[in-house]
């Protein structure tokens, strides 16, 4: 009646189809000594996995320290960001004053320049008075 009952747990266990109730059953009938002949064949994986189910691993192992140069660089990547940002618009407002104060001196320089005209201009224009005041005689004689 066993002996049956364990051929299809066995037929059950190689389809994949037993519980873990049933499998320990199958593991405790294979550790004893009197297996029929027929049933002798299976008897070396049942108690490979029982032996299995005991051992444990007990050597010490050392664990390496992850590498951290990733975040190390990024961390650098962005500092180097950041000063550049600075210091690159220190830079562009040193430029920009330097374009401003270049075109007050320009502008200076140009109307410093039509002032000397203008004034050259008016002097002319005293010469015009002086000859439309002589028209202006010569008429009123006449």
Same mark, same amino acid.
């Given at each position: 009646?066993?002996?049956?009952?364990?051929?299809k747990l066995l037929e059950k266990y190689l389809e994949a189809t037993t519980t873990?109730?049933?499998?320990?059953?199958?593991?405790?009938?294979?550790?004893?000594?009197?297996?029929?002949?027929?049933?002798?064949? #299976?008897?070396?994986?049942?108690?490979?996995?029982? +032996?299995?189910? %005991?051992?444990?691993?007990?050597?010490?192992? !050392?664990? &390496? $320290?992850?590498?951290?140069?990733?975040?190390?660089?990024?961390?650098?990547?962005?500092?180097?960001?950041?000063?550049?940002? #600075?210091?690159?618009?220190?830079?562009?407002?040193? +430029?920009?004053? %330097?374009?401003?104060?270049?075109?007050?001196? !320009?502008? &200076? $320089?140009?109307?410093?320049?039509l002032a000397a005209n203008f004034e050259r201009g008016?002097?002319?224009?005293?010469?015009?008075?002086?000859?439309?005041?002589?028209?202006?005689?010569?008429?009123?004689?006449?």
């Open positions: 009646m066993e002996l049956d009952r364990i051929e873990v109730p049933e499998e320990e059953i199958l593991r405790d009938y294979f550790s004893n000594e009197d297996i029929p002949v027929h049933l002798r064949a #299976y008897a070396p994986m049942f108690q490979y996995f029982s +032996k299995a189910k %005991e051992e444990r691993f007990t050597k010490q192992l !050392e664990l &390496k $320290r992850k590498k951290r140069y990733m975040q190390w660089i990024s961390i650098a990547a962005v500092a180097v960001l950041v000063f550049g940002i #600075y210091f690159g618009n220190a830079y562009r407002d040193q +430029k920009e004053q %330097e374009k401003a104060e270049y075109a007050y001196k !320009e502008t &200076k $320089r140009a109307l410093s320049l008016t002097e002319k224009v005293a010469y015009l008075k002086e000859f439309e005041a002589t028209k202006e005689k010569i008429y009123n004689k006449n």
